[in-house]
T-cell receptor
Framework: DGGITQSPKYLFRKEGQNVTLSCEQN?????MYWYRQDPGQGLRLIYY???????QKGDIAEGYSVSREKKESFPLTVTSAQKNPTAFYLC???????????FGSGTRLTVV | QKEVEQNSGPLSVPEGAIASLNCTYS??????FFWYRQYSGKSPELIMS????GDKEDGRFTAQLNKASQYVSLLIRDSQPSDSATYLC??????????FGTGTRLTVIP
């Protein structure tokens, strides 16, 4: 079955650590996105990529980094520079934004 | 001014009633409109898309679009407790990404 897979489902980060969230899709979608969701604040765009080896910053890119070496994969690294990383992270993909997104199941990141 | 605005609710309706969710947007060139349902702790799921003025029906769901007034709404007929969720409105303006509202929390009371 085609879909978009995020892993892990839950992730705990110690202070000063970098952590990487995985996002893989087998839908053959060109565009992929990372959003952060905090209670009462809706979805905020972190990074997006329209094609392999190219990506753009969203509204809250500081403290995050991404890569797009393969069409299927768009991992997100939460660096130690991100001071408040506890949130629900959502990856999405689409052949074109006009069609809407398909979301992965999300990763819940907690700082301990 | 936010690109997409929704009443955050919570909106409570009795089981079997019609739930009406509203969304307004600021960019007049917006072309595509989406409603996502998000259960607590889960990811958003696309339930309706609408591209032209008027109504679009899918089962118990009806999306209504009025581009002149810049609003899009979602009606849920015969509301069920399983419809209790947060509903996100999303708009495509021609940019590389969608713009999302903050969502309206719906509770259907048995």
């Amino acid at each position: 079955d085609g879909g978009i897979t995020q892993s892990p489902k839950y992730l705990f980060r110690k202070e000063g650590q970098n952590v990487t969230l995985s996002c893989e899709q087998n839908l053959n979608h060109d565009a992929m996105y990372w959003y952060r969701q905090d209670p009462g604040q809706g979805l905020r765009l972190i990074y997006y990529s329209q094609i392999v080896n190219d990506f753009q910053k969203g509204d809250i890119a500081e403290g995050y980094s991404v890569s797009r070496e393969k069409k299927e994969s768009f991992p997100l690294t939460v660096t130690s520079a991100q001071k408040n990383p506890t949130a629900f992270y959502l990856c999405a993909s689409t052949p074109h934004a006009n069609y809407g997104y398909t979301f992965g199941s999300g990763t819940r990141l907690t700082v301990v | 001014q936010k690109e997409v605005e929704q009443n955050s609710g919570p909106l409570s309706v009795p089981e079997g009633a019609i739930a009406s969710l509203n969304c307004t947007y600021s960019d007049r060139v917006s072309q595509s409109f989406f409603w996502y349902r998000q259960y607590s702790g889960k990811s958003p799921e696309l339930i309706m898309s609408i591209y032209s003025n008027g109504d679009k029906e899918d089962g118990r769901f009806t999306a209504q679009l009025n581009k002149a007034s810049q609003y899009v709404s979602l009606l849920i007929r015969d509301s069920q407790p399983s419809d209790s969720a947060t509903y996100l409105c999303a708009v495509w303006t021609g940019a590389n990404n969608l713009f999302f509202g903050t969502g309206t929390r719906l509770t259907v009371i048995p």
